[in-house]
Each structure stands twice: as C-alpha cells, then as structure tokens.
C-alpha cells in the first residue's frame, strides 16, 4: 500500500485489511513521503498490529513507492491495495483461493470486480468505467480489451509474486504504471482473470491521481498502449492492410503515434459520408464507408472511435461481416 498524505483515510483502508477473513497476511505500507499526519496515523497502527509494516521514504511517486514494497514482499502472492479504498472482508481469501485452484495454474493474476465508490450521477463517466471494467472477468475479454483502456483496477489485483522477478515490476515515467505493467506481463504471456464478485470498494476522490496527474490523461494512456498495440498488430495481421475505424482529429493523432512506431495505415473508414471523398494524412489515404471494407482475409480493421456506443456498434458491424476480434480486428479506444 503506497501513502501519501491520507490521513483522512489510510486507518479505513487498514481496517478492511485488519477485517479480512484470512488473516495470515504482512501489510507492506510504503509512506512516501506525506506531509500531514499520515506517519502519526502508520505509527500507531504498526505498534499495535505486528502484521503491518512501515516504511517511511523521502517524496519519489508512486512508481518507485510500489517497487520499494515489492522489494519487502516476502509472500507467495502480492496483493495491491490503496490508502483511500476498502477491501470487502472476503476480498483476500477469495482470490489466493483463485490463484491456488488447479484449474487456475496458469493464472499469473487475478482482480476483482469493484464497487464504485462515489457519485455515479456526478461522476457517470467514472461510473460507466467501472461498470465496463466489472464485465471483463475471463483471460480472453481481459486480453481482447487491453487496449481499449486499462482492464483492471489497480487496487483490485493479487498477482504471483515470481511475476516482478520474471517480468519486472512498475516503470516510472510519464504514463500510468498501472497499466503499463498490464501491457508488459500480458505481451510476456501472463494470463489474468477476476473473481467474479465485488470485493473491493474503489472511492472516487477528488485528489484521485488518475483525476489530478496527467500522466493518466487520454494521451498519456495511448502513448502507454501505441508500441505492445504494434507488437501485437505485427502478430495478428499476417500482411494485411490495416484500416482505422474513424477519421476524426482523435483517430488521425491516435494513427499518427502507431505510425511513429513502424504501423502502416492503408486508410480510414467513416459511417459520415461527407467525409467519403476526402483523402486524410497528406499521404492520399481514402475513407471509405462501412460497408466498402473487405473480407476478414483481405483487411484488419482497427476500432479507433473513443465515443459512447462506437465501439459496440463497430464490434457488430464487424461480426456480422465474418471478422473475429483479435484475429481481424481489435479495438483500441
């Protein structure tokens, strides 16, 4: 559990550990650097509970707060938490029962699905993330939809220890680490799945880094995603011409930056027809209409379009054209 300044909620966040139903477990919490009266708040608790740990660092962010908790971590499997969440008191057991059940040995990582924690009329957006997240359960909808957005919430995984040796822990830099360690392990091979039940409540606060840090913007997210998107293109595409599903300005940055990495674009596809004359990109790529687009043998069809409902409908559209996802198309925003 990495800290900063939560002295308004770390003692919740420690007492949904202390609750859990299985209780042999270390609490490995990485102050970095807080300000307020965090360290007071740790202090006691490490004095009463010999099951958790403090260590106090000067301010170095979270990337480098996480790898110094890996770096104490002595168990079989890791499990995130946050100092402003809750962990449901059967969150801890459930998923190393998961983890330990044979039929789950390839598993090297298991979320949970969460509760939203905060305004879902306020915050729908937020709202409607988490609802997105919480349908993603199996390897195969978690790996399908890894590039749409990050598929699980953070504080929600418990993964095989073994995993930060083979495959590396948090990279720290100007993106969300998070995600970027989904990408890594899955590229690597590592499967994840959730336990199908709500076992962790994730507050929405207003100090949320993924609100307030722009290393979590839209950008910053497909800049992350851009080069393990390119590999897995150059795995699947098998020499095809690759087609973008959108034409707007967001679609064209989005090919701008796969291109920066050795992605070849053919062209654009648009339900607008007004836009079906026009040739994109200063490199005379046409936009075609939906229903111009080839066989699944003659074309890969990238879903680019971010808006509300685009994605679903591209995703019928090409199913019922005979396009399997993963295979001959996927979706990336």
Known sequence: MPVFNAAATVARAI?????????????????????????????????????VGVWRRPHEG??????????EAR???????DADDTAHPERLRAQMEFLRAPENEALGLVACEVEFGGDASRNAGYA????WQNELRTPEEIALNRFVESPL????????????????????????EDYELWLRWMDAGVRMAKVPRRLLTWHDGAARLSRTDPRYSPEAFFRTKAPYLARELERVVRGRPIF?????????????????????????????????????????RAVIAPDAIGAPDACFVLGCVGKRGARELQRDFLRGRGFREGQDFLMCA
């Open 15 to 51: 007492e949904s550990v202390r609750r859990q139903t299985f209780a042999d477990w270390e609490l490995i919490i990485v102050d970095d650097g807080s300000t307020d009266a965090t360290p007071d708040v740790l202090r006691d608790y490490a004095r009463t509970d010999a099951r």
């Open 62 to 71: 979270i990337a480098r707060a996480l790898n110094a908790g890996l770096a």
């Open 75 to 81: 168990g079989e499997f890791v499990a995130r938490m």
């Open 128 to 131: 409607l993330h988490v609802a």
């Open 153 to 176: 919430a953070h504080p929600s995984v418990m993964f095989r220890r073994e995993l930060v040796v083979r495959h590396g822990g948090y990279h720290d830099g100007d993106f969300p």
């Open 244 to 284: 973008a599903w959108g034409a707007g300005r967001p679609t064209r940055k989005r090919v701008a930056e796969l291109e920066r990495g050795g992605v070849s674009i053919a062209g654009f596809i648009d339900i607008d027809p007004r836009k079906h004359t026009r040739r994109l990109g200063g490199t005379g």
